[in-house]
Structure formats: structure tokens, C-alpha cells
């Protein structure tokens, strides 16, 4: 089956406590990408990549960590996590990420930061 | 910076009302707009999705979106909504490169 897994599902951590948070697809695409969930915020981008090894920062990287060492998978990590870091993570990926393409969504990661 | 609004935040409708969800963006370039759904307890799915030709764009579930480039707007219509549709529903816009912008989502509640 098609699918975007992340884990973990849920998170419960502490202030300064490093924590990665996977993602995984096994579509063979080319394009990932993490967003943040707040109320009244909607989705914001932290991090993309576009293919192995090439990354690029969205709307709101600050405190996030990305890296795309094999296709497949792109995890996000928090070196320092802080209270404003709680929120819903999704992990999404694209054929590419370049204008047409739908973007296929993960579970969610949801995560506290005491 | 591109944005993008959502002016509605929730929607509460009967079973059979009809419902458009606005959705304006602040691009004055091409752009490729997206509506994306989630169902409780689901994943964000594609709804439809717009990138040239014909502005009346179909999609699942008997939505449809219309862009009007004039009013920088692609809102999203259904004639005819059904209990199942509860859901939140999102606006997003990609103008041409790798970033993706989303609107603050419209929570829709359906009344049985």
C-alpha cells in the first residue's frame, strides 16, 4: 500500500531533550516536506527536499533540522525542543514538488514539549 | 510575501445546504491552488487541484473550485453537503517553486 508512516505518533518530552521525529514513503518520490499544525494557523512549512541530500528551509525552520540522506526518508529533529515547538507535525511527499503534483500526507506526529 | 486566506474559520450547515469556502491569495504571478480535506481522525487528502485551462475544476465527492484570477480567489463549492462532509478543509498555493503556502483551514460541521 501507498503510504507516508511517521513516528512516533505521539510524544510527550521535555525541554532541551533531543528528539527526531521519522518519515517515511515508500512511492519513490522525489519530493518531501514537513509541516507544523497550530490552531488558527493552519499548515506551515519547516523544511522541504527536493531529491537526496538537497533541502531548503519554509516559513518557519527555526529550531528544526532536516536531512535526506536516502530517498525514502526524511527526518525532522529538534536539537533544543521548547514549549512553542508543541504541535501536530505532518511529513508530505510528491512525485516532485514542482507545480502540479498532489502531495500525499502522513498520520501526524503529535507532540508536547513540557 | 504570499499568503493566503481563509475568511471562513467554521461553517456549520444542514444536511443538503449548499456551501462555498472562500479562499483568496496574495500572488500577482501563475500559481497552482489546491483544496485539501481532513476528515477526523484521517490524513490531509487531495480535494481537487488547479493548474491551467479550463478555471472550473472538479474534483472529489462532488466538489468543485473555480479560479478567478481577477479576485485572486479559488473557492470551493459543493451544491449539496452531506453529514460525511465534516471535516476541515484547507486552501494552498504554490507559485511556482518547491514552497508550499497553506490558508488557517476551515473546520465544516454538518448537521444530520
Known amino acids: 500500500e501507498a503510504q507516508v508512516t511517521q513516528n512516533p505518533r505521539y510524544l510527550i518530552t521535555v525541554t532541551g531533550k533531543k528528539l527526531t521525529v521519522t518519515c517515511s514513503q515508500n512511492?519513490?518520490?522525489?519530493?518531501m516536506s514537513w509541516y507544523r499544525q497550530d490552531p488558527g494557523l493552519g499548515l506551515r512549512q519547516i523544511y522541504y527536499?527536493?531529491?537526496?541530500?538537497?533541502?531548503d528551509k519554509g516559513d518557519v525552520p527555526e529550531g528544526y533540522k532536516v536531512s535526506r540522506k536516502e530517498k525514502r526518508n526524511f527526518p525532522l529533529i529538534l536539537e533544543s525542543p521548547s514549549p512553542n515547538q508543541t504541535s501536530l507535525y505532518f511529513c508530505a511527499s510528491s512525485f516532485d514538488g514542482f507545480y502540479q503534483e498532489t502531495q500525499y500526507f502522513g498520520p501526524g506526529t503529535r507532540l508536547l514539549v513540557l | 510575501a504570499q499568503s493566503v486566506s481563509q475568511h471562513n474559520h467554521h461553517v456549520i450547515l444542514s444536511e443538503a445546504a449548499s456551501l462555498e469556502l472562500g479562499c483568496n491569495y496574495s500572488?500577482?504571478?501563475?500559481?497552482?491552488l489546491f483544496w485539501y480535506v481532513q476528515y477526523p481522525g484521517q490524513h490531509l487528502q487531495l480535494l481537487l487541484k488547479?493548474?491551467?485551462?479550463?478555471?472550473l475544476v472538479k474534483g472529489i465527492k462532488g466538489f468543485e473550485a473555480e479560479f478567478i484570477k481577477s479576485k485572486f480567489s479559488f473557492n470551493l463549492r459543493k451544491p449539496s453537503v452531506q453529514w460525511s462532509d465534516t471535516a476541515e478543509y484547507f486552501c494552498a498555493v504554490n507559485a511556482g517553486t518547491y514552497k508550499y503556502i497553506f490558508g488557517t483551514g476551515t473546520r465544516l460541521k454538518v448537521l444530520a
Open positions: 512511492m519513490n518520490h522525489e519530493y
Open positions: 500572488y500577482g504571478g501563475t500559481v497552482n
Open positions: 488547479y493548474f491551467s485551462g479550463d478555471p
Open positions: 527536499s527536493m531529491n537526496v541530500e538537497v533541502t
